[in-house]
C-alpha cells in the first residue's frame, strides 16, 4: 500500500473513497450529510459508519463518515481506531484508493500519524498461510492536507508509517506458527530486521549461555530439542543526550506446553503468542532504529520452547540463576520467569542503568484486568509515571498493580532461596515480585502482557490474532525520553 499526502483542495482529491471524522454534536454540512444529522442517522458516535455514494460537491466516488465521539474527548488514540475501522470497512468492500481529511486543528503531525496508523494496522490481515486468491489489498491511502500544514502532515505520514509498520512486524512474527518459529528462527528474523535497520545483533547459543551460568533459562530449554537463543539487538544514538541505557526485555517463548507440569489440550494452540513480549520489543527496536532517539536502547530476548521431553526439568528441580540465586521449580509452566530472571541479570550487566520487560507471564492477569488493561508493575515510580504517560498518549491501556515486599512470602521455597510460584492467590503479583528478585535495584517496570497481546475476536480496527501491544508505548517513551 502506498501513503502519500497530497496538497489537492479536498472537493479535488480522487479516490475511491474519502474517509471524513464526524463529531457528535457537530453537523457535517457537507456532501449531502446535513439531512442525514439532522434525522440523527449520523450522530458521530465512535466508530459509527456511513457510506455515501456520488457525493455532491466532490471528485472522490464515495464519502465514509465515520464517528469520532464529542470533540472534548478527542484524541490522537481515538482518531486512530475510527480510521481503522473506516479503512477496514472500505477494504472489505474491496475499495482500492483512500482518501483521508481532517481539518485543523487535528492536522498536526500527531493527528497525521495516528491516521496514518489506523490505516496500516487495519490492512494487516493474519493470512499468511492461506492459499486462495480472493486476498483483498489496498494500494492507496492519501492524506488530503493544507498548504499550511503540509510539512507537518508529511512528517506525521512519516512517522506513522513506521509505528504501524514496526507494530504489523510483531503482529505478524507472533502469528507465526511455533514449528515455524523456533527459537533459531526468531533470532534469524531479529538478525535480517537488524541488517535491514542498521541495528546490531548478536545471538547468545546455548554454550555461551553455559558460559554464563544462565541455569534458569537453561533449565526451561533442556526439555525440547530446539536449542534457545538470548537475541540482543543494539541501538546507540549519534548524539546521546542522556547518560540512560534502557534495557527492553521480552518474553520469547515460542510455544508453552506447560513442560512436565503440562497445559490441558483446549486452547493449548494460542500458546504460540507467548513470545508475545519478545516480538513486541524486536519491533519496538525496529521503529527505534529508524526514528532514532537520543539514548542508549537494548533490546534483549531469550527464545526458548517450553517442551515436556525426556530432558525436561522436573518440579522440585533446584536451579541455579546467573545471578547466583537458587530457584525451586515448582511448577514448570511458570518458565517466562525463569527464562526472563537470567535475562534481567544479564541486561544488568550489560550496563543497563532502567529496564522494562514485556511478558505474557500470567493467566492471572486476565483474571485481575480482562483484556482491556496490561498489568503494570514498577520498582521506580518515576520511570512508571513515564511509561503510564507514553501508554495513554498511545491508547495503550495499562494499568499499575501492586508490587509490594510482603507478597514475598509467597514465592518462600524450603530448599532453595525462592520458588518459582506463588500458590493460588495473586499470581499476576507473585510472578512480578520472583522478577524483582533479578531486577534488583535497577528501576524496572514489568508489563504482564498476556491478557492484552491476543485478540480473541475482530475488532472494527483490527484483525484478530496479535494485537502488537506495547510497541507504541515503548517507542514513545524512547522519543520523549528526559533524564
Ligand atoms: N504463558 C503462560 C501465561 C499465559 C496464560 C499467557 C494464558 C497467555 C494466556 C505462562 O507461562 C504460564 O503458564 N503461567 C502460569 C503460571 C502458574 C503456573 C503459576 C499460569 O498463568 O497459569
Ligand atoms: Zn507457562
Ligand atoms: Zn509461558
Not at 138 to 165: D, K, L, P, R, W
Not at 178 to 194: F, G, I, S, V
Not at 352 to 380: E, K, P, Q, R, W
Not at 451 to 458: I, M, P, R, S
Request: net charge negative.
Amino acid at each position: 500500500m502506498q501513503i502519500r499526502t497530497d496538497l489537492k483542495p479536498l472537493h479535488q482529491v480522487e479516490a475511491d473513497a474519502l474517509i471524513i471524522p464526524v463529531f457528535e454534536g457537530k453537523k457535517e454540512e457537507r456532501f449531502g450529510a446535513s439531512d442525514l444529522c439532522a434525522s440523527g442517522e449520523v450522530a458521530g458516535k465512535p466508530l459509527e459508519l456511513t457510506l455515501l455514494h456520488h457525493p455532491p460537491g466532490v471528485a472522490a466516488k464515495r464519502v465514509l463518515l465515520v464517528g469520532v465521539g464529542k470533540a472534548e474527548k478527542f484524541t490522537s488514540a481515538e482518531l486512530r481506531k475510527a480510521v481503522g475501522a473506516a479503512f477496514r470497512h472500505l477494504k472489505a468492500k474491496s475499495i482500492k484508493n483512500m482518501a483521508f481529511a481532517l481539518d485543523t486543528p487535528y492536522s498536526g503531525a500527531e493527528f497525521v500519524s495516528a491516521a496514518v496508523e489506523g490505516a496500516v494496522l487495519g490492512d494487516y490481515e493474519p493470512d499468511r498461510y492461506k492459499t486462495g486468491n480472493d486476498k483483498k489489498s489496498v494500494e492507496q491511502f492519501v492524506i488530503a492536507a493544507s498548504e499550511g500544514t503540509f510539512a507537518e502532515a508529511q512528517s506525521g505520514v512519516a512517522h506513522g508509517q513506521i509505528i504501524g509498520e514496526s507494530q504489523n512486524f510483531t503482529r505478524a512474527m507472533v502469528n507465526e506458527p511455533a514449528n515455524l518459529l523456533t527459537p533459531t528462527r526468531m533470532a534469524e528474523a531479529a538478525r535480517a530486521m537488524a541488517q535491514e535497520f542498521q541495528l546490531d545483533c548478536e545471538v547468545l547459543d546455548q554454550p555461551k549461555m553455559t558460559e554464563l551460568k544462565m541455569g534458569s533459562l537453561l533449565g526451561v530449554s533442556q526439555g525440547s530439542a530446539e536449542p534457545p537463543a538470548l537475541i540482543v539487538l543494539r541501538y546507540r544514538p549519534e548524539k546521546a543526550q542522556s547518560t540512560a541505557h534502557l534495557g527492553l526485555v521480552g518474553k520469547g517463548v515460542t510455544f508453552d506446553t506447560g513442560g512436565i507440569s503440562i497445559k490441558p489440550a483446549d486452547g493449548m494452540e494460542k500458546m504460540k503468542y507467548d513470545m508475545a513480549g519478545g516480538a513486541a520489543m524486536i519491533g519496538a527496536m525496529r521503529a527505534i532504529a529508524q526514528l532514532k532517539p537520543a539514548l542508549t536502547i537494548t533490546g534483549f530476548i531469550p527464545c526458548v520452547e517450553n517442551m515436556p521431553g525426556s530432558r525436561a526439568q522436573r518440579p522440585g528441580d533446584i536451579v541455579t540463576a546467573m545471578s547466583g540465586k537458587t530457584i525451586e521449580v515448582i511448577n514448570t509452566d511458570a518458565e517466562g520467569r525463569l527464562i526472563l530472571a537470567d535475562t534481567l541479570t544479564y541486561a544488568r550487566q550489560q550496563g543497563c542503568t532502567h529496564l522494562i520487560d514485556a511478558a505474557t507471564l500470567t493467566g492471572a492477569v486476565a483474571v485481575a484486568l480482562g483484556h482491556l488493561n496490561v498489568g503494570l508493575f514498577s520498582s521506580d515510580d518515576a520511570l512508571r509515571d513515564r511509561v503510564m504517560a507514553a501508554s495513554k498518549a498511545e491508547g495503550e491501556r495499562m494499568w499499575p498493580l501492586p508490587l509490594e515486599e510482603d507478597y514475598k512470602d509467597y514465592l518462600k521455597s524450603a530448599f532453595a532461596d525462592v520458588a518459582n510460584v506463588g500458590g493460588r492467590y495473586g499470581g499476576a503479583v507473585t510472578a512480578a515480585l520472583f522478577l524483582k528478585e533479578f531486577s534488583e535495584d535497577t528501576p524496572w517496570v514489568h508489563l504482564d502482557i498476556a491478557g492484552t497481546a491476543w485478540l480473541d475476536e475482530n475488532k472494527p480496527f483490527l484483525a484478530k490474532g496479535p494485537s502488537g501491544v506495547a510497541v507504541r508505548t515503548l517507542v514513545r517513551l524512547a522519543m520523549d525520553w528526559k533524564d
